[in-house]
C-alpha cells in the first residue's frame, strides 16, 4: 500500500473517532457491529426461532407451526414476557415485535400499490401463514402458486399456466417451512414480475452452500428486513436485504 496513503487513512479514521466521541450518532443502525459489543447479548438463546405461545398436545397438532422439542422454552419466554408486564403495569407484554412478517409489511408498502397482484406461496406448500393475510390487508389481488401433493412440491407447469395471460406484478416466495428446497427458479422468470424470496429460514444454508442461492435463480430481492429498495418494478436491481 502506499505509505501516504495509509497515513492519510489513518489520519482519517482518527480524526473520524474524535468527531464520534463528541457526537450523538443519529443512525445507529448503519453503524458497524463489532463482536465485543454484542457479546453482553449473545447467549445460547439469542435469535433462536421459538414460538412464544404455549400450546398443548392437541393444539399443535393443528397448527403447522410446530417448534418440536421446545416446549420449555415457550414456558420460560411465557414467564419473562409476564415478569415485564408486571414491572410495567400491563396486561402483557412482548419482545418479539421485530419479526420477519413486519420486514413483509414494510416492504410490499414501500414497492406495491392497492390492486397489483402477487403470486404467493401457499402454506400447504410451505409458505407463511401470515403472509397472504398481509398482502391482501395491502390491497394486492393474490394468486395462490398450484400445489403437487402428491410430489409435495409446487406444481410449476400448472403455476406458470397461471401466468400465461397476464404475469403477476410480483412472485413472492416465503418459504417458512419445509425441508426439501426445491427449484424456484422458473418462477422468477415470469417475464415483467418482480421476484421476491424470503430466505430468512434457509440464510445460512445459502451461504454454507447447502442449498441454492436465489440470487443465483435470478431473483430480485432476497431475505427479510430490506433497507433498501427499487423504486419501481421496472429494471429493478437485485438485493440482498
Known sequence: MDTDLASQLRASLAHQERL????????P?????????LAVVAGPLHGLYNTDKVRSRDQRSQTPLQFAGR?????????????????????DATLRLLSGLHAHIVLFMAMAKPGQTVLLLPVEAGGHLSGKAI??????????????NDGMCIDIERTLALCDHRGPDFVFVDRSEGLVFEDFSPLAAIDGSLAVFDSSQYLTNNICGDHPNPLEWEFDLMGEHPQELP??????ARHAT
Open 29 to 37: 443502525v448503519e453503524n458497524v457491529p463489532f463482536a465485543e459489543d
Open 71 to 91: 416446549q420449555s422454552i415457550e414456558n420460560d419466554a411465557r414467564t419473562i414476557y409476564s415478569l415485564w408486564a408486571e414491572a410495567l403495569g400491563a396486561a
Open 20 to 27: 464520534l466521541k463528541t457526537s450523538i450518532i443519529l443512525n
Open 135 to 148: 398482502v391482501e390487508r395491502l390491497g394486492l389481488v393474490v394468486t395462490e402458486m398450484v400445489v403437487d
Open 231 to 236: 423504486g419501481t418494478t421496472e429494471g429493478a
